[in-house]
């Protein structure tokens, strides 16, 4: 995609205040001198096998963007691909887990678009408010900050688990409770405490968002093996020789900005997973640790620090 994307012409315009240029969680256009638009699209493909909850996981993904920057989430409008044989309750399953995930969220759906298609992908194009001077974005981690995780990572290897049939859908339970579950509380968290930078932990898997933000904010991150929360079993079936796709495709994309300084050859792979609706990964200084954590309510987990040695490199430390 980067590639891609240098290809095309550059983008001026002085009202974008968040566009292509770091790689951020979602677009921002200043309306005036107190509202700016904060604006995302994601689309996902089945994880699930029950309709209603894989429409739940599918909004609360979508509308995650928003929360990453700040913003309140405010309008959305649904996008579907869905085969044209296909049973259309199941499509109204999919249709109502998003919507009821969007009521949780305060989000109205105006309407959207559905396309013929022979796989299934649900999704939604979001937009939300924000003050032009509240802005998160994932470019300003501060040397010293700590890097705070609200969600266990692992998803990739226990969806890949389910589809290969390794283990059964309650198993799943506590990740699905998890990629249902939105981030409205830690960005809530976040804004009260005065975050520095966020960033939410999705397709790229925790190394490739890290980096992303890394090299926006132009700092090193060190990751510490030991306190990187996983979700129950992703050990168990990586090692029986089950593993998410997508770790292959994102140590492809940012694997030469990740360093390995540990014997944790297992975590260190696992890094690049691909996550779905994960939580949001918030710096912050080490003095609002206590405030964050008060505010959210919440488990959450210190997971490394911002360094000004190794820009744009995340290493992972015992």
Known sequence: MAQALTKLPKIVDPNLLVGLNTADDAGIYKVNDELALVYTVDVLAPMIEDPFVYGQIAAANSISDIYAMGGDPKLALNIIAYPGTADPAVLGEILRGGQEKAREA????????????????????????????????????????VIVLTKPVGVGTLIQAYFTEKIEVEKLAEAIKAMTTLNRN?????????????????????????????????VGVELWSSKIPFHERVFEIFQSGVADPGINMNRTSFGQ?????????????????SETSGGLAVVLPEKDLTRFNESYGQPAWVIGRVTADNPGTVTLIA
Request: proline share 2%.
């Open 106 to 145: 305060g989000v109205t759906i105006a309407g959207g678009h559905t396309f013929n298609n022979a796989d299934i992908k649900f999704g939604m194009a979001v937009i939300g408010y924000i003050h032009p001077d509240r802005i998160i974005t994932n470019a300003d981690a501060r040397p010293d900050d």
């Open 257 to 273: 900005a990740v360093v390995n300084r540990t014997d944790k050859t297992d975590i260190f792979t696992l890094l690049f997973g």
């Open 186 to 218: 830690a960005a809530e968290a976040m804004k009260k405490t005065g975050g520095h930078a966020a960033t939410d932990i999705t397709g790229y898997g925790l190394a490739g968002h890290i980096v992303e933000m890394a090299q926006a904010s132009k």
